[in-house]
């Protein structure tokens, strides 16, 4: 046998290991390819467990800190409703005080319906 006749004899086997054709080489391929496939799914699935935990997380913690925001805003806005009620009857020598008092009352019930904003005793 020549050297050209044992390399086309050696390409033959590469080739039917590459293509599936000859002894159990489709099954290796289709076996290599199941075990990718699989890992990829693992992975992805891995990944997405991740990604909606810190979301979940992230979630949680603009909740919490969020809340915290919102109260502040409550308490800052009954002071300016105070603070404006207060420069209103200064500027009017105390003529409109009742009025004046009672737009304070309503807007800080706006502000806070469960009261906890504070109303302007007057």
């Given at each position: 046998m020549s050297f050209f006749d044992k390399a086309r004899d050696a390409f033959e086997d590469i080739k039917d290991k590459v293509t599936g054709e000859g002894?159990?080489?489709?099954s290796t391929?289709?076996?290599?390819?199941?075990?990718?496939?699989?890992?990829?799914?693992?992975?992805?699935?891995?990944?997405?467990?991740?990604?909606?935990?810190?979301?979940?997380?992230a979630a949680d913690r603009a909740a919490n800190e969020g809340a915290g925001f919102l109260d502040q805003a409550g308490d800052t806005a009954a002071k300016g409703i105070d603070s404006a009620g207060d420069w209103a009857d200064s500027a009017s020598g105390g003529r409109f005080s009742e009025q004046i008092d009672s737009v304070e009352n309503t807007a800080e019930g706006y502000v806070d319906?469960?009261?906890?904003a504070g109303t302007r005793e007057g």
């Open positions: 002894d159990g080489a489709s391929i289709d076996d290599a390819a199941d075990a990718a496939k699989n890992r990829v799914d693992s992975s992805i699935d891995d990944a997405a467990d991740a990604a909606k935990n810190r979301a979940d997380d319906q469960d009261g906890s």
